[in-house]
């Protein structure tokens, strides 16, 4: 049997040193691959005025699955002034690699698990009713829906007559918006379309189904933001009736983000459009150890990409030892080994990363509550290289 091949895309700054870590893990674990680099990121945007290149493009359109580590972004001022001289003042907009990624690819299925690994000090606690202190267990995974919706990209400043002839149709803009300069009006727009939402519904809806969880929740504004937020929740009433046993709920994302930290061990798979989802998500990520700990899939008909949901954090790239947390990282790729098939090889690691965190004997900085200073792993904490040891050794 051939071995498969993957897109590796570190990216930008610690995206470089824990994508090389995770590739250890893997061949420790059994999973025989060829790595092909692929071109992405903030270097790029700089030297070529395109962040996402065709090459990089091709690659994943020729092997259909790609590790990606992190990226850096910058507002649009800024991006601006980091263009090699020769390519300013041509036109170029810089837009996020990863988000084009989605779009071009139609990766519109995320999925972000966030769950507990018992003997994790950054786990949620809370005081019970008897006054002592509860630690919940989290086992939650959010569905974002990922190209459409307010990040995608559908936007101006100063807008043309056209588009503002068309907002001036609207009621409510001519009431509010009216007297304002055109020139100084900015607007973004959150588009859903019908199919898109029906399909992470369903996702959201077959993961329930597939893995035992007895809810999905809706997590939207319908009250407020009553097209977009409307027609997802009508939708989800609609796909419910096809799956009895799951209770359908839906719960508004401001709400949402109290009840997290008041009962989340009651809620299953999450569902919302890509900026709610994204910011829940990373609610419940804090639950269970923070970013260090929260990995996401990327996933269309033909392509997926596996990625952490950590930035790229460039003040630690440049760190003599590396000391960020690599455990993200190398859950990615285990939800790549399950897209894969390669499920046994993805259960061993996280059971080898559950020992880990169990036993407490190797923590990196975030796990013992540090500071990320250049000098943590002086204090005791550990690199990143050795918690990827120290997960290496427990596949052994």
């Known amino acids: 049997m051939s071995k498969r091949t993957i897109v590796s895309m570190p990216g930008d700054g610690i995206g470089a040193t824990v994508l090389p870590e995770t590739i250890r893990v893997l061949d420790a674990a059994g999973f025989e691959a060829e790595y092909v680099h692929a071109d992405i990121g903030w270097e790029f945007w700089r030297s070529e005025g395109n962040p996402l290149p065709q090459r990089t493009i091709d690659l994943l359109a020729e092997h259909k699955i790609g590790l990606f580590g992190a990226i850096t972004s910058k507002p649009k001022s ?3 002034a980091e263009l090699a001289p020769e390519l300013r003042d041509k036109g170029l907009v810089y837009y996020s690699p990863i988000v084009a990624m989605r779009q071009l690819f139609n990766l519109d299925i995320c999925a972000r698990p966030c769950q507990t690994f018992q003997g994790n000090s950054l786990n949620f606690i809370r005081r019970g009713a008897d006054g002592g202190v509860e630690e919940p267990k989290v086992d939650v995974v959010i569905f974002r829906q990922n190209t459409e919706g307010l990040y995608g990209g559908v936007e101006w400043t100063n807008p043309p007559d056209q588009v503002y002839d068309a907002l001036m149709t609207h009621a409510k803009f001519e009431q509010n918006f009216a007297d304002a300069p055109r020139e100084e009006l900015s607007v973004s727009t959150r588009i859903f379309t019908k199919a898109a939402t029906e399909r992470i519904l369903r996702a959201a809806f077959e993961h329930a189904k597939k893995f035992g969880y007895k ?3 809706v997590c939207e504004k319908p009250n407020v933001i009553r097209e977009t937020s409307g027609m997802m929740l009508a ?3 609609e796909i419910a009736k096809e799956y009895p046993g799951i209770s359908l709920w839906d719960t508004n994302i401001d709400a949402q983000m109290m009840w997290l930290t008041k009962n989340p061990e009651d809620y299953g798979v999450i569902v919302a459009g890509n900026m709610f989802g994204d910011i829940i998500s990373d609610g419940f990520a804090g639950l269970v150890g923070g970013l260090g700990f929260a990995c996401s899939a990327n996933i269309g008909d033909e392509v997926a990409v596996f ?4 930035g790229s954090a460039p003040k630690y790239a ?3 030892t590396s000391i960020v947390n690599p455990i993200a990282m190398v859950l990615s790729a285990c939800m790549m080994l399950d ?7 993805a259960r061993r690691i996280r059971r080898a990363i559950a020992d880990v965190v169990t036993e407490g004997n190797v923590k990196t900085y975030d796990m013992m509550k540090m500071r990320g200073q ?7 904490a550990a ?3 050795q918690m990827a040891d120290a997960i290496i050794e427990k596949l052994k």
Do not use: M
Not at 374 to 380: A, D, H, K, L, R
């Open 235 to 237: 939708l989800g009433k």
């Open 339 to 345: 897209h894969i098939g390669e499920t046994e090889k």
């Open 307 to 310: 990625e952490p949901t950590h």
């Open 215 to 217: 809810s999905v929740t």
């Open 374 to 380: 250049p000098n943590v792993v002086e204090q005791g």
């Open 78 to 80: 800024d991006a601006d």
């Open 383 to 385: 690199s990143t290289a």
């Open 318 to 320: 440049d760190y003599e």
